[in-house]
């Protein structure tokens, strides 16, 4: 869902509960209600408003219904994800904030919109006119560039925990592309030799260099390509040639984020 407003003053505690899948978020459904089990956001005021204001409302976003939080200039809210500290000393230093966001015409007055203020006193800059800003989404730690695509793209039901945040992500390869130079040709097929043969380069991918998909990097993966590529063999196995997730299972490694991100 969406906020309209001010700025948002975000105190990372390190008290709390944890979630088993450590993150946090706050949905917007018409209250202030974590979505993942937290305390609630707690609104507050600073200048130039006295007290908060928060009134909830129906909009329309991506074409989907969705609740709209409006909150007035100077009011903003609290969020406690209670992770643990980490990173080194007392606090959360190691941390991925993701905000569904949408700034109004802000003509003719123009100037800053500040999206978060880490100072809970909010003693330094960080106020601001109005936003949109949708559910808004913790984790602790950064994430890879896969855990973040997991995620989707913003609608009105908000941020959702992706698929790569309970569990290992897979890497995105395209198979056959042994160099990692974003074609299958014969390249690959004598970088797949030198590798097996000659001392040649180390791949971070050895799953491109499976093109038959048997679980294994040897001289048939090569022949395999060079029958495709000229002896019009059978294609090489998925992902293949566009990018994709292993659709098997095998002990082939494959750096995060893989290749193709």
Known sequence: MRILGA????????????????????????NLASSTGQAPLTAAAAAPASVPSVT?????IGGQAAKVAHFTRGT??????????????????QFTLMLD?????????????????????????????SAYVGSFFFADKALSASEIASLGGPDAGGIAAGPCLSGPCKPLF????????SSVDI???IFTLLYLFAGG??????????????????ITDAIYELEFLFLGGPATKPPSPVCGEDPTDDSLGCELPGPCV
């Open 7 to 30: 700025f948002l003053a975000l105190a990372f505690s390190g008290s709390g509960s944890v979630l088993a899948e450590t993150v946090a978020q706050w949905d917007f459904n018409g």
């Open 56 to 60: 909830f409302e129906d909009a329309v």
């Open 76 to 93: 903003y809210f609290r969020a406690h994800p209670g992770f643990p500290p980490n990173g080194g000393g007392i606090y959360v230093n």
């Open 101 to 129: 966001l949408m700034f109004p015409d802000r003509s003719p007055s123009g100037g800053w919109a500040a999206l978060l203020q880490t100072n809970d006193t909010n003693s330094n800059d960080g106020e601001a006119s």
């Open 174 to 181: 395209r198979r056959g592309d042994a160099n990692g130079d």
């Open 187 to 189: 390249a690959d097929a």
């Open 201 to 218: 380069v180390p791949t971070t991918c050895s799953k491109s260099m499976d093109v038959n998909d048997d679980g294994a990097v040897q």
